[in-house]
């Protein structure tokens, strides 16, 4: 039989992640555990053992960082108990001192951009005048000095800058739906661009390059979103790329100047197509050394040195440097070395039908000792709907797909209509349908994987988080009869309380979910969304649920979960709820991922038979708390015994 992965080791903290190449490559950093909390390392390049910690978390750990471009500075950002309102923080790399650069309570900071050009200076975004919009600042990296730079009385959505900091572009989206571009004259902002609803996800400005042109998405006058340059002096535009198949996804860039190297476009996998013959070679290397499925993550400032992450599901994430003159491709290190010689699995990628024909890209992973792309019989099966609902599963080394698999459940994940990246009429499938249509695509594929003997239709389980949680209520609500159970994370139970507590700075996001979803603020969008809720339907529920919350979320906020949880009570209906105090919109901590996917594993096998890793120390160290239904999944209550300070509800 096929040994257990450990969970720690798909889920705990990896033992190096996100290598970052200093701007003129003196050194290389690095995320990596300092006292079990994820902090920035420091090398001299390219010598990783002579690292050392140059920041001291000890709370949520740092899941991201920047090099500035004075060379000896790093930037970060950081929340409190992940209630989203960033901070960001200088540390300076040879010193060690650090600098909160933006030390406001219950603001928002967003780093809009950083050049070579300006390289003391870091264009930031703050809300503290206005909660609902941005002013632009630029702020010293060295000294803290903030001046204004814009004033947001427009009530832009974002910004893009060109290479001295200067903001050129600005993002206006309109209370029609749709939105407006506007590019920066001498006499002050002039709009240039207008596109409806229908392009609102499929067409947003990416850059301005040092040729005082941007690079554009735009699916105006085409169904896939082409890359498209325009001309900020005269407004003209002209074609870069496109491709049948699905949106461009992603663009190569030159560290210094900004100009196009390559693109990417992701249907079932994602290829590269380059703009010139140095990126083509660059492909060739590096597809040669490290086979397809890589990504470039960071570069020195003069373009000689990149590091290159392979993302293959059998290969967990290795991290490798490519030197461009010499050609030479080494490695850095794995991100998790502990899943070496582990047995991983492979994923498959393919279309299934939905009903009425339309194409869902989907990847399929099956457990151990599968012949091929079948089992040898019909197994349990995990439906791991993917958040949003406007983003996408694509391929690549996926934790959750592995743990669960490994467990012997084949794990399905669909891109149901309303997901990004395959065109404007897919994306727009998805409006007014939740729990319609992009309910019934999934359905269709659970559907296919009984018809495929993938599945066994008794042991069918819906999991996911954000919009995918809601999926796994609306599994268990509107289709009760399909889904054994279900796993809901941070998803909305009653979507009138989820648009009218949104925060304040996504109201320039709010006419398009409006649209799309349904509008709170007239009659009927009110009943639409009212059937549209699962908790409308709690009464129809049959099979056990598990809910795991954030408290500090800004984005669903607990009063989605406790109030299902507390209508399912009412009803005695079984439901386990999973609360975390210091967590918001995801689980951020290690030690609160682990007892989650603890928890979820037992309850799992509980409902639908598969392996599971008994809890034992897993809840040690977490702020887990089960605030509904310990003794529904096996080992809960008798972890919470052992830790006297957390009493089951």
Excluded at 405 to 428: D, E, I, Q, T
Excluded at 623 to 639: H, K, L, N, Q, R
Aim: hydrophobic share 40%; glycine share 8%.
């Amino acid at each position: 039989m096929t040994s257990l992965i450990a969970r720690a080791a798909l889920f705990g903290n990896p033992v190096r992640t996100q290598a970052r190449l200093s701007p003129d490559g003196r050194y290389i950093s690095f995320l990596a555990p300092k006292e079990g909390v994820l902090n920035v390392w420091l090398a001299p390049f390219p010598d990783l053992e002579r690292a050392r910690p140059i920041t001291a978390d000890r709370k949520r750990g740092i899941r991201e960082h920047y090099w500035a471009y004075t060379g000896g500075h790093v930037l970060y950002v950081q929340d409190e108990g992940g209630d989203e309102n960033w901070r960001v923080f200088s540390v300076d790399v040879e010193s060690g001192m650090e600098m909160d650069l933006t030390p406001l309570a219950g603001v928002q900071a967003q780093i809009v951009g950083l050049s070579a050009a300006r390289p003391n200076i870091a264009l930031i975004g703050l809300n503290d005048r206005r909660p609902e919009w941005h002013d632009l600042f630029e702020i010293d990296i060295v000294t803290a000095e903030r001046g204004l730079v814009e004033k947001n009385d427009q009530g832009f959505a974002g910004y893009l800058e060109d290479l001295q900091l200067r903001p050129r572009l600005a993002l206006k989206t309109l209370p029609q739906g749709g939105g407006e571009l506007f590019r920066r004259t001498a006499a002050g902002w002039e709009s240039f661009l207008h596109y409806g609803q229908a392009d609102s996800l499929t067409t947003r400005p990416l850059i301005v390059d040092g040729d005082g042109t941007a690079l554009v998405l735009s699916a105006l006058g085409r169904d896939k979103a082409a890359l498209m340059r325009v001309d900020l002096a005269s407004g003209d535009e002209s074609l870069v790329a496109e491709s049948a198949c699905a949106d461009i996804a992603d663009v190569w860039l030159h560290p210094r100047t900004r100009a196009l190297q390559a693109y990417a476009v992701d249907y079932l996998t994602s290829e590269l197509t380059p703009m010139n013959s140095a990126a083509a070679r660059d492909i060739d290397t590096l597809a040669g050394a490290l086979g397809p499925q890589f990504t470039v993550t960071s570069r020195t400032l003069d373009d000689s040195i990149w590091v290159v992450v392979v993302d293959d599901p059998l290969r967990a994430l290795a991290s490798y440097l490519y030197e461009r003159q010499s050609g030479a491709v080494t490695k850095l290190f794995d991100q998790r070395p502990e899943l070496a010689g582990k047995p991983l699995q492979a994923m498959q990628a393919f279309e299934i039908r939905a009903r009425d024909g339309l194409a869902l890209i989907s990847y399929l992973t099956l457990p151990a000792g599968s012949a091929g792309s079948r089992p040898e019989k019909p197994l349990p099966l995990i439906l791991d709907v993917h958040g949003g609902p406007w983003a996408r599963d694509s391929y690549g080394f996926n934790p959750e797909h592995q743990w669960l698999a490994n467990r012997g459940y084949a794990v399905l994940a669909v891109n149901y209509r309303g997901s990004m990246g395959f065109g404007k009429s897919f994306v727009n499938a998805g409006d007014g349908e939740w729990a319609g249509r992009m309910h019934e695509d999934l359905t269709d594929a659970v559907q296919w994987a009984i018809s495929e003997k993938i599945a066994d239709p008794g042991k069918v389980a819906i999991y996911g988080a954000s919009y995918g949680g809601y999926a796994a209520l609306v599994g268990l609500t509107l289709t009760p009869e399909q889904f054994a159970c279900a796993v809901d994370i941070v998803g909305p139970s009653n979507l009138i309380t989820l648009l009218e507590s949104i925060p304040p700075y996504w109201r320039s996001f709010f006419e398009d979910m409006a649209h799309r979803v349904g509008d709170p603020r007239t009659p009927e969008g009110r009943a639409h969304l009212t059937q549209r809720s699962p908790l409308t339907h709690v009464a129809r529920i049959k099979r056990p649920l598990l809910i795991a919350q954030g408290a500090n979320d800004p984005r669903v906020k607990q009063a989605e979960a406790d109030q299902i949880v507390a209508a399912m009570r009412a009803k005695n209906l079984p439901v386990t709820y999973v609360l975390y105090s210091d967590e918001g919109h995801g689980f951020a901590r290690p030690e609160n991922r682990l007892s989650f996917h603890a928890v979820t594993e037992a309850f799992l096998s509980q409902y639908l038979g598969g392996r599971f890793e008994p809890i034992g120390a897993d809840f040690n160290d977490s702020s887990i708390e089960i605030a509904a239904g310990a003794d529904f999944v096996p080992g809960v209550a008798e972890a919470l015994r052992a830790r006297p300070s957390i009493e089951a509800a």
